[in-house]
């Protein structure tokens, strides 16, 4: 899902060179058809004066609202629509890790299974510790898609 997300939230301005924006946006819908779900199940399950729950729980309700939504009419209104899907989706991929404990490998999207042995990637990046994502070691000198 974040391979996905990489690909319509690049650091410029640009639409993604070489993407079908429709083919890219149904797959961004169809990864939020099924995380959605998943994430409330999840929230639902905590107390309800747990603070992830609620945060949780709004997330979803965005991303359901941003489902229902069509995208904008005019230039550049296909990609703003599958930008704030995308938005969405990677909040919810969050969630996600927060709610199960799992956590996933930023460039290469699997999960980390011992997650003492993965690095931080404020560690091989400029974030300065902003960014509190993870990366297994052998994934740190690879190759990943501009965000």
Same mark, same amino acid.
């Given at each position: 899902?974040?391979?996905?997300?990489?690909?319509?939230? =690049?650091?410029?301005?640009? =639409?993604?060179?070489?993407?079908?924006?429709?083919?890219?946006?149904?797959?961004?819908?169809?990864?939020?058809?099924?995380?959605?779900?998943?994430?409330?199940?999840?929230?639902?399950?905590?107390?309800?004066?747990?603070?992830?729950?609620?945060?949780?729980?709004?997330?979803?309700?965005?991303?359901?609202?941003?489902?229902?939504?069509?995208?904008?009419?005019?230039?550049?209104?296909?990609?703003?629509?599958?930008?704030?899907?995308?938005?969405?989706?990677?909040?919810?991929?969050?969630?996600?890790?927060?709610?199960?404990?799992?956590?996933?490998?930023?460039?290469?999207?699997?999960?980390?299974?011992? =997650?003492?042995?993965?690095?931080?990637?404020?560690?091989?990046?400029?974030?300065?510790?902003?960014?509190?994502?993870?990366?297994?070691?052998?994934?740190?000198?690879?190759?990943?898609?501009?965000?």
């Amino acid at each position: 899902m974040r391979q996905t997300i990489a690909l319509v939230l =690049p650091p410029d301005d640009e =639409p993604p060179a070489g993407v079908d924006i429709a083919t890219l946006t149904a797959t961004i819908r169809r990864h939020l058809e099924l995380i959605v779900p998943e994430v409330e199940s999840k929230a639902l399950a905590l107390d309800k004066d747990d603070i992830p729950r609620y945060c949780a729980l709004a997330c979803v309700g965005e991303a359901r609202g941003k489902l229902r939504a069509l995208p904008g009419m005019g230039l550049g209104g296909d990609v703003a629509y599958a930008r704030k899907l995308a938005r969405s989706l990677a909040a919810l991929c969050d969630h996600f890790e927060t709610l199960t404990g799992q956590v996933m490998c930023v460039a290469c999207d699997r999960a980390i299974r011992r =997650p003492e042995d993965a690095v931080p990637l404020d560690r091989v990046s400029n974030s300065a510790g902003a960014i509190t994502a993870r990366v297994h070691p052998d994934c740190v000198d690879a190759p990943r898609p501009r965000r």
